[in-house]
T-cell receptor
Framework: EADIYQTPRYLVIGTGKKITLECSQTMGHDKMYWYQQDPGMELHLIHYSYGVNSTEKGDLSSESTVSRIRTEHFPLTLESARPSHTSQYLC????????????????FGPGTRLTVL | KNQVEQSPQSLIILEGKNCTLQCNYTVSPFSNLRWYKQDTGRGPVSLTIMTFSENTKSNGRYTATLDADTKQSSLHITASQLSDSASYICVVSDRGSTLGRLYFGRGTQLTVWP
């Protein structure tokens, strides 16, 4: 069982609200990721981080922002939620693996299912 | 265009039966291929990982195969259990960047009936 946590697990809010999805891991992993997943669809990378003070945008354009002030914490914020933001948001982390050719195994949190009315 | 295609989209089998899930990919250059299991409402959990030189990998009742020449992989589940009901996702990574980009399939939704 991976030590990566997400809160809240479920969130229903109204349009225009500011929200922050929390993600924390106790494995000391440098790399962290946020994915967005709609039902029956593939995961899309929206943000990632190599370590503290590092944040990068992923493949899927997102109006959300992230921060990485501490190694274990990678929160995602939506300044003004809209119905189009309704989705499942998955956080993941992995160890740095500079010696290998490919990426290391990502450990996923349980996800936050967000519904914006 | 780098893609990962999985089939079937969904599958229903009876408890105790075997099944095989398919994954075809066009990702290049290829680094490794993983199968993940995602229970409903949970995050994916890694089952197996195979690099270019490996053509089979087992994890309990799960056996994955890889044919790097035809760019195909399969996940075979033996003696299925009710707890195997989940989405099985094929994930392929390339060697194009330090991050090693991941390409996700849409998954096969497996339902095991008693």
């Amino acid at each position: 069982e991976a030590d990566i946590y997400q809160t809240p697990r479920y969130l229903v809010i109204g349009t225009g609200k500011k929200i922050t999805l929390e993600c924390s891991q106790t494995m000391g992993h440098d790399k962290m990721y946020w994915y967005q997943q709609d039902p029956g669809m593939e995961l899309h990378l929206i943000h990632y981080s190599y370590g503290v003070n590092s944040t990068e945008k992923g493949d899927l354009s997102s109006e959300s922002t992230v921060s990485r002030i501490r190694t274990e914490h990678f929160p995602l914020t939506l300044e003004s939620a809209r119905p189009s933001h309704t989705s499942q948001y998955l956080c993941a982390s992995s160890e740095s693996n500079l010696g290998l050719a490919g990426p290391d195994t990502q450990y996923f949190g349980p996800g936050t299912r967000l519904t914006v009315l | 265009k780098n893609q990962v295609e999985q089939s079937p989209q969904s599958l229903i089998i009876l408890e105790g039966k075997n099944c095989t899930l398919q994954c075809n990919y066009t990702v290049s250059p290829f680094s490794n291929l993983r199968w993940y299991k995602q229970d409903t409402g949970r995050g994916p959990v890694s089952l197996t990982i195979m690099t270019f030189s490996e053509n089979t990998k087992s994890n309990g009742r799960y056996t994955a195969t890889l044919d790097a020449d035809t760019k195909q992989s399969s996940l075979h589940i033996t003696a299925s259990q009710l707890s195997d009901s989940a989405s099985y996702i094929c994930v392929v990574s390339d060697r194009g960047s330090t991050l090693g980009r991941l390409y996700f399939g849409r998954g096969t939704q497996l339902t095991v009936w008693p």
